[in-house]
């Protein structure tokens, strides 16, 4: 089972900042946070990760609770392309990338 | 930089025959994972290849199997396919294996199996 909960689906008004929250209530002091999104069947694109500290990079923030078990992805502008499905993953040094997706966050975006 | 490249993109098969997709990697690149994409069980990991050792591996009968060679491109094979082989199977690589390195996906090979 994954290891992560997301909502299923969620909405945001273009321009607006996106806020998706992920789940990750049993994750270890070892295990890294990634955010990836997949656009309508193409490749899922990498977004950003972090271990315990809080993110940004050019497409997003990552905001990771104190005690690590939440965590949320912020687009802070979203725009019609940002409509995606958004999965978040976590990963530990040991298990290389074998890794559990589960369903991940359907955003739309609306003009 | 070049992405990861998949070929083919499409392919059609029938059932019992075999198939082999290939990836290469980013330049540089020397972890190399495959992934299953299918509309009920989402995305599931096959194996991950890094230095032409395969490191990880899902829980995928035998009939999936892969290799990588020594310039890092990978291919993986798939016999005697099913129709439930049907899916979007995504390569994935890295510079190196496991966190915190930034794993790039493809744009993956679609497969249909009649």
């Known amino acids: 089972d994954a290891k992560t909960t997301q909502p299923p689906s969620m909405d945001c008004a273009e321009g607006r900042a996106a806020n998706l929250p992920c789940n990750h209530s049993?994750?270890?002091?070892?295990?890294?946070v990634y955010w990836y999104r997949q656009i309508h069947s193409q490749g899922p694109q990498y977004i950003i990760h972090?271990?315990?500290n809080n993110e940004t990079n050019e497409m997003a923030s990552l905001i990771i609770t104190e005690d690590r078990k939440s965590s949320t992805l912020i687009l802070p502008h979203a725009t019609l392309r940002d409509t995606a499905v958004y999965y978040c993953?976590?990963?530990?040094?040991?298990?290389?990338?074998?890794?559990?997706f589960g369903a991940g966050t359907r955003l739309f975006v609306k003009a | 930089k070049a992405g990861v490249t998949q070929t083919p993109r499409y392919l059609i098969k029938t059932r019992g025959q075999q198939v082999t997709l290939s990836c290469s990697p980013i330049?540089?690149?020397?972890?190399v994972s495959w992934y299953q994409q299918t509309p009920g069980q989402g995305l599931q990991f096959l194996f991950e290849y890094f230095s032409e050792t395969q490191r990880n591996k899902g829980n995928f009968p035998g009939r999936f199997s892969g290799r990588q060679f020594s310039n890092s491109r990978s291919e993986m094979n798939v016999s005697t396919l099913e129709l439930g082989d049907s899916a979007l199977y995504l390569c994935?690589?890295?510079?190196?294996?496991?966190?915190?390195?930034?794993?790039?996906f493809g744009p993956g090979t679609r497969l249909l199996v009649l």
């Open positions: 993953i976590v990963r530990d040094y040991t298990g290389g990338f074998k890794t559990i």
């Open positions: 049993t994750i270890s002091g070892n295990e890294y």
């Open positions: 972090g271990l315990k």
């Open positions: 994935a690589s890295s510079f190196a294996t496991g966190p915190p390195e930034t794993q790039y």
């Open positions: 330049s540089g690149h020397r972890s």
